[in-house]
DNA sequence: TAAATGACTAACA
DNA sequence: GTGTTAGCCATTT
């Protein structure tokens, strides 16, 4: 387990972080708290909090990764597109208008 | 201890 | 535009 204060608890912390009507992706996080792309992803799958907005977090494409079993997928994007997140006919989110922008002066 | 896993990304064909 | 290859690194078995 990730006793404590593990990177995941960075992980969570930052999608936390990230405001209501905006969606950051995982390379973005992953550069955040110093580590790889997958471990973010891995971080989602394990989800021990159930206080995190996950659905906020996406892939470098804006796009909704698809995972194994579930059909999560489709809850992400319900959940998203109730937060004002709107998405392209492909199924794409515009990264250029809901990317978050995180804010480093309240990171420190 | 070593090998396998994974909700990713970037580069290349 | 899509498909494949390699790199990534903490967690799990």
Not at 84 to 96: A, D, E, M, Q, Y
Request: charged share 20%; aromatic share 8%; proline share 6%.
């Amino acid at each position: 387990m990730a006793g404590g204060n593990s990177l995941y608890e960075r992980i969570y912390n930052l999608v936390r972080q990230i405001p209501k009507g905006k969606v950051a992706t995982y390379g973005q996080i992953a550069m955040l708290v110093g580590t790889g792309p997958r471990q973010v992803g891995y971080a989602m799958a394990a989800l021990p909090h159930d206080d995190v907005p996950w659905h906020r977090v996406i892939n470098s494409k804006g796009m909704v990764s698809p995972r194994t079993g579930g059909d999560g997928e489709i809850i992400q994007r319900v959940l998203l597109e109730a937060e004002g997140v709107t998405f392209s006919l492909s199924g794409k989110v515009n990264l250029r208008e809901f990317l978050w922008e995180p804010d480093l002066t309240s990171l420190v």
